[in-house]
């Protein structure tokens, strides 16, 4: 699903600045249906990790390969099949303040070209799994920040993509909304979806007990299996 071979990314200095090593031999692979954190102080690198799997940055070094597409050769025309290909919450959830949350969701259908019948369809579906039927002609003004992230979750979830990524999903929501949302990814994927978590979080991490990725100085210095209970799995 997800793959990092020997991944490096400089940020090239601007001739005031140094060079930057944002990530440095990054291995990893995230196979289908994984649920996973990737943990990290701020200017760990982190984002740079996402930038890279949506190909808005390209690696200095090494190879990623994200749904079997090799980025490093993936043609421009191709990036949007990439980028459909990945459902991602952003953390300041990115919805269009003029638009309800149903043409938000519909919105995103509409720019792939797909048929109103089939928008007509999917939107209400989607807005139902996240339990936002009774919001769809809401703004996201008139929405809790809870909400506004459960429109964009629906928005990510639109072209039914095999990997989820979640963007510090706890970082512009209050505390006892953060279980709501991360309940929601498990429950998506619990039925066969890839979910990637970026958090800087460690006790969101800690208290989900799933594989955790953990970058530091743009190295991956932990990648933690969940523990096992005793007795079971074994
Ligand atoms: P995180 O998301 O974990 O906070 P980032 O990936 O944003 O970390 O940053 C990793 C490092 O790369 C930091 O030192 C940051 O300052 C640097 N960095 C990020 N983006 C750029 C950029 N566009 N140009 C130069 N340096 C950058």
């Known amino acids: 699903m ?20 944002a990530l440095n031999d990054v291995n990893l692979h995230i196979r289908k249906g994984e649920f996973v954190f990737v943990l990290g102080h701020s200017g760990a690198g982190k984002s740079t990790f996402l930038k890279l799997i949506l190909r808005e940055e390209e690696a200095t070094e090494g190879r990623v390969i994200v749904n079997g597409r090799d980025l490093s050769t993936i043609k421009q025309r191709d990036i949007p099949y990439l980028r459909r290909g990945l459902g991602v ?51 996201p003004s008139e929405l809790s920040g809870g909400e506004q992230q459960r429109v964009a979750l629906a928005r990510a979830l639109v072209h039914s993509p095999p990997i989820i990524i979640a963007d510090e999903p706890t970082g512009n929501i209050d505390p006892e909304l953060s279980v709501e949302i991360m309940e929601l990814l498990q429950a998506i994927n619990s039925v ?21 990725i953990m970058i530091d100085h743009g190295e991956v210095v932990n990648d933690a299996r969940p523990k096992r209970k005793r007795g079971v799995d074994e």
């Open 89 to 139: 919450v952003f953390q300041d959830f990115r919805l269009i303040p003029t638009m309800t949350a149903y043409e938000n969701v519909a919105f995103a259908m509409r720019v792939t070209n797909i048929p109103e019948r089939q928008i007509k369809r999917r939107v209400p579906y989607v807005l139902n799994l996240v339990g936002l039927t009774g919001k769809a002609r809401s703004y």
């Open 192 to 212: 066969g979806t890839t979910v990637v978590v970026v958090t800087h979080e460690r006790a969101l991490a800690r208290h989900f007990n799933k594989r955790t």
């Open 2 to 21: 997800i793959r990092f071979e020997g991944v490096k990314k400089v940020y090239p200095g601007n001739g005031k600045t140094p060079d930057i090593l």
